[in-house]
């Protein structure tokens, strides 16, 4: 009986130390030498190697998120848009100007441990906003030389700002298809990935995105293509600094023009072909190539024995007046087709204007008739249209003015002969 009478006793006494422990206040398990996680939200994965967008937005509206991370009594929340921190906090409310964002979120404990996530912020700007997009290769501009921004109601654009610096804006050409301004880059612009603001006359401020400042040589067009024993011009930024190609294993260091923005060769002697140019600048770095892949080091270019008749990079629109010389492409002579004989086949090497809203070329007389046997011809990339040359082509062709390519939306890069 008396053991019982203890036995009661010793779990009454348990009870009591049991009541006591759930009458305290919860408390904290995490250590600062835990690992840091963010809990909430969760960011989607990479598609494709691509970051995933966050947010989607209008610019009047803020971008707004709050991260939920462990542990949370030793954590730092850090939040970097573009590479820059803007803000610290597990929560950000942040007004920003239109334009895509990158956005990273670093987590770190005071042990020195982190994570951190990454994503796209979408800013789009208002239905009558200034706004430029990105057409091609003119986010990428030369200190001190042109540079253009295509886009919408830019005519309402006086200034840019651009690394700090403003810039008056040179020139406002309204197209129907895509509008642009054009503007002089600072010679002393540093190099480096700049956000672009555009300013009314009002001085409201817009986005405008982003522009990379570069010292690099970089070629834009002109260099897939070449004959052998004659002149190749290739077109870009930086070329001036160009010191040398090596092509098809030879060395080139003279060439018959050079300046900023374009420079020229004798292409050597070569049978017909796809052979590697690379070049170097007087500084040592490598020339860049640019396509609609991106930018390399290295071009394939292809080496035809076709006969030249013009070579260049001339854009064409109907849209555009009377008066404008890229209303046609009228660059060969009546004359060049007397010395053609019937039966040989015309190739005009055509490229897309990616900013255009649609691709056509017709290929007429100078009174804008078909050429015989030949229509309208729609693309969405870059190509060739063939046509042989026949007795009743040329007779039209010296009877009716000359020749013209008309059309749409391209460049004529290279007509040639064979």
Not at 29 to 35: H, K, L, R, V
Not at 374 to 395: R, W, Y
């Amino acid at each position: 009986m008396k053991k019982i009478y203890f036995m009661l006793l010793a779990m009454l006494a348990m009870n009591f130390v049991f009541t006591a422990c759930s009458d305290e206040a919860p408390f904290s398990t995490a250590t600062p030498n835990d690992e840091p996680r963010i809990l909430d939200p969760v960011f989607p994965d990479r598609v494709n190697g691509n970051l995933p967008t966050v947010a989607n937005i209008s610019r009047d509206a803020n971008f707004t998120m709050k991260l939920t991370v462990t542990p949370a009594d030793y954590c730092t929340v850090a939040w970097q848009l573009d590479g820059t921190v803007v803000h610290t906090g597990t929560a950000l409310d942040m007004n920003l100007k239109a334009g895509t964002y990158k956005l990273k979120v670093v987590v770190s404990t005071e042990a020195g441990k982190s994570t951190y996530r990454e994503g796209i912020v979408q800013v789009n700007p208002l239905t009558d906003d200034p706004w430029a997009t990105e057409v091609g290769f003119e986010r990428m501009i030369a200190p001190g030389a042109k540079a253009r921004l295509y886009g919408t109601n830019l005519d309402k654009v006086k200034n840019l700002v651009i690394g700090g610096k403003t810039i008056p804006v040179d020139a406002f050409v309204a197209a129907e298809d895509q509008s642009y301004i054009e503007y002089v880059v600072p010679a002393d612009l540093a190099e480096a990935d700049h956000r672009v603001v555009l300013v009314d006359a009002a001085g409201n401020e817009y986005g405008g995105n982003v522009v990379k400042a570069t010292k690099v040589a970089l070629i834009t067009s002109g260099a897939s293509r070449t004959n052998a024993n004659r002149e190749w011009t290739m077109t870009g930024i930086n070329l001036d600094q160009i010191a040398s190609f090596t092509f098809d294993g030879k060395v080139i260091t003279e060439f018959t023009k050079q300046s900023a923005t374009e420079i020229a060769l004798i292409c050597p002697a070569l049978s017909d072909g796809d052979y590697k140019l690379v070049g170097k600048t007087k500084g040592g770095e490598d020339v860049q190539f640019y396509s609609a892949q991106g930018t390399g080091v290295e071009q394939v270019v292809t080496v035809s024995s076709k006969v030249v008749l013009w070579q260049g990079h001339h854009y064409v629109s109907w849209d555009l007046p009377d008066e404008s010389p890229n209303k046609t492409f009228n660059l060969i002579g009546a004359n060049v087709f007397d010395q053609i004989k019937a039966g040989a086949v015309m190739s005009i090497h055509y490229s897309v204007a990616p900013e255009a809203e649609y691709h056509q070329l017709r290929t007429t007389s100078g009174w804008w008739n078909d050429l015989v046997g030949t229509s309208v011809i729609e693309f969405s990339t870059d190509g060739v249209k063939e046509i042989q040359l026949t007795q009743d082509i040329l007779n039209q062709i010296k009877e009716q003015a000359g020749f013209l390519c008309v059309g749409h939306g391209y460049y004529v890069d290279m007509v040639t002969l064979q």
